[in-house]
């Protein structure tokens, strides 16, 4: 396939990949959508979930991403991400320990605000969580 | 005229100032170089994310009912100014440029009866603003960023602000930071993050046009009021890590300064302590002479 979008996920701390693909599904917070080259515009927020990048018809990479923003254009798609993570790299232990302090933090969270706040960071963690149990495993 | 030996003290507390100041210059080079290469990397987040929100910006600041972030209060009455100074001193006029600036516009905006709120980061800014300004304190913050700078200490501070503002506590908001220029040169500068300057390229596009060429998921309030308190959050970032840049750059020309002149003082004293020892092999040579010729 000659065509090709390009793909670039940034973080705050720094600009994680950029490179041409074939196609990227993003779990956008409608739904996931796949965006192949000339996708109409758009904009969308994501939600936790796990980001596939697609060459030659098969899975290349998979990138766990904790929510952010997404600009797709005909030639680009780019992913604001808060926090990305390879699947590959993450660790058992360290889901474990995020979800558990989430929990006590929504135990603990006082008046509306707090409780939100700690509800989203348990729903990342779950995410994240899922997103290891579903990786392949080699 | 002090004595061979005062000298001699002197010319060696010098010389271990100097070993001082060069091992501080060392240090903050090698941190420059780890910061500006963070600030770098930073960059595209800011950039892209300003791209965003001005396209969106561009086409809903003009409606009603657009998020309060963005649109202010509609007054402007108080303000609050974030500061953001170092915890360490030794770094030049670092610190000295943002207190001057954060003076002068306390001064401008008391003088047109607005009530001002300082919220400070860094050790070394609020003790220099304390003993004016203390009553305008609202927030201080320390040790921001010791051990690198994070995403997540610039989050605790955008969170704060955001609250600060659905409170009311304030109308419109600004941030004091030095912004990297490059090693040498730190420039003061003033933004403003609430409420959020639309950039002028999507005011004067018509938003018609705009609205046509993206689709937005869910929809473009809910985006809009996703996306404007994470930019704020962003900029906070951004200044942080810019400021902790210029930090360093600073630091290091202050004391690639310093050891230059203890250089030079180490000369100098070096020349007045063989001028004096010599002075003093003439004075006894001479009285020996004389002695000898008195006999």
């Known amino acids: 396939m000659a065509e090709k979008v390009e793909f670039e996920l940034v973080s705050p701390e720094r600009l994680l990949v950029s490179e041409p693909v074939e196609m990227v599904v993003v779990p956008g917070s409608e739904g996931d959508f796949g965006a192949l080259p000339h996708h109409a515009p758009m904009l969308t927020s994501v939600r936790p979930g796990v980001i596939d990048v697609y060459e030659n018809g098969k899975v290349k990479n998979r990138i766990f991403v904790a929510g952010g923003f997404a600009e797709v254009t005909e030639e680009r798609v780019t992913v604001l991400a808060e926090e990305a993570i390879p699947v590959a790299e993450i660790e058992a232990e360290a889901v474990a320990d995020r979800i558990r302090i989430a929990g006590e933090k929504v135990e603990e ?17 779950q995410a994240l969580k899922a997103a290891y149990d579903e990786r392949p495993v080699l | 005229m ?41 960059r595209p987040y800011a950039t892209r994310m300003e791209r965003m929100l001005g396209n969106l910006a561009g086409s809903l600041a003009s409606q009603s009912g657009a998020p309060r972030l963005l649109t202010g209060t509609g007054k402007d009455d108080v303000h609050l100014i974030v500061v953001a100074s170092s915890d360490r001193g030794l770094c030049g006029g670092f610190n000295g440029s943002v207190v001057r600036q954060t003076r002068a516009m306390v001064g401008e905006l008391q003088r047109a009866r607005k009530t001002v709120k300082l919220m400070v980061i860094g050790r070394k800014g609020r003790e220099q603003l304390k003993r004016e300004f203390s009553a305008l304190f609202v927030e201080t913050y320390e040790n921001v960023g010791r051990k690198g700078l994070t995403f997540s200490d610039a989050y605790g501070i955008g969170e704060k602000i955001i609250q600060m503002f659905e409170a009311e506590a304030f109308d419109v908001c600004t941030i004091i930071y030095n912004r990297f220029k490059s090693v040498i040169a ?11 300057p639309v950039p002028e390229p999507a005011l004067e596009a018509p938003s018609s046009d705009l609205k046509a060429i993206y689709e937005y998921e869910p929809s473009e309030e809910a985006i809009l009021s996703d996306l404007l308190p994470r930019n704020l959050t962003v900029q906070v970032f951004r200044a942080l890590i810019e400021s902790f840049a210029s930090e360093q750059g600073a630091r290091m020309t202050a004391m690639d300064n310093a050891t230059r002149n203890a250089g030079d003082m180490i000369n100098s004293l070096t020349i007045r302590y063989n001028r004096s020892r010599q002075a003093q092999i003439t004075t006894e040579l001479t009285e020996i002479i004389s002695g000898a010729e008195a006999l």
């Open chain 1, 109 to 125: 969270a006082d008046g509306d605000r707090a409780r939100n706040e700690a509800q989203r960071l348990l729903r990342i963690a």
């Open chain 2, 186 to 196: 730190q420039e003061i500068t003033r933004q403003q993050l609430i409420p959020f």
């Open chain 2, 2 to 42: 002090p004595s061979l030996k005062e000298l001699r003290v002197r010319i060696n507390s010098v010389k271990s100032t100097r070993k001082i100041t060069a091992a501080m210059k060392m240090v903050a080079a090698s941190k420059l170089r780890r910061a500006q290469a963070a600030a770098e990397q930073a």
